[in-house]
């Protein structure tokens, strides 16, 4: 298997791992937010040292003080600030819309990739992300649902909270793609489970500042205890962190970041497929047919590399 094919099964595994997670974190929803992000992060970070230690991967002695600075920064903007921003946006515009927040990822990936590292998209990229990112579209996106969710604002405090909640969930998502493409050079010339271990150090020392500057050190401490709680929320750290993480920086090692990016969108069929399946929720035409296109727009892209 070519460098070139890996990147792209792992930013297809990618997302099928993290769609795996989010159907176990939705049975994993008594804790609070902030402390299922902190438990999920710090479960793996807790596997990809034991990892490090059966592979004998050591930490390198001779990277530059800018390539720890890149790995330093992208792992707290990207874990810490970004993954806060998006459950406090969460929190206030809810799913649907933070769906369609959401299809800004691919774009602003490829568009950093242009300008700063050189990725030029050919015709039949375009192509493929057009029809991945107009799927997912058509599939997460209800424009009738949202029409009411708009019209139950009533307000100025309410349309102030749903502005809010928008601004964090757009700042979370160009967070997180800004995090990957300072990455992507080290990541290139550096050990796969290093590289997402030093980010994932990065980001729990960030969420634990954080936590403790905000004075949420209980809240944050709620998953921790052992319980019922984590029959559900163990598997979903394991897939959610440990894989999801691998998967996706190893999607941006081996591959152009603009397609590792865009193939990563499939997470909303995967979750659709899941959502059909595990939770027994009904599909609706569009999100068949949206489905479908995201679908052949990934192995388009695939295909014509």
Known sequence: MSDVSLGELCALLAPLSWSVAVILFKRSSAAPAISLNLFKNTFGLVLLSITMLVLGISIPTDRSGEDWARLIVSGFL??????????????????????????????????????????????????????????????????????????????????????????????????????????????????????????????????????????????????FWPGPLWRTLVPAAFFGTYLSLIFWLGGFKWADASVAATLNQMATVYLLVFARYVLKEPLLPRQVVGSLAAAAGALWIVLHR
Do not use: H
Request: proline fraction near 3%; glycine fraction near 12%.
């Open 78 to 223: 990207g874990l810490a600030v970004a993954d806060t921003l998006l459950f406090e946006g969460l929190r206030r515009i809810g799913a649907a819309r933070l769906a369609v927040v959401d299809t800004i990822y691919a774009p602003m990936v490829v568009l950093l990739c242009w300008v700063f590292l050189g990725e030029q998209p050919n015709a039949s990229f375009v192509l493929g992300g057009a029809l991945v990112i107009g799927g997912v579209t058509l599939a997460s996106v209800d424009p009738s649902a949202l029409a009411r969710d708009v019209g139950a604002v009533a307000g100025r405090e309410a349309r102030r909270e749903v502005s809010l909640g928008a601004l964090y969930a757009t700042l979370a998502i160009v967070g997180t793609a800004i995090g990957v493409v300072i990455a992507k050079p080290v990541l290139e010339r550096s050990d796969l489970i290093e590289v997402t271990w030093t980010r994932l150090v990065a980001g729990v020392i960030g969420m634990i500042v954080f936590t403790v500057v905000r004075g949420r050190g209980a809240e944050a401490m709620v998953a």
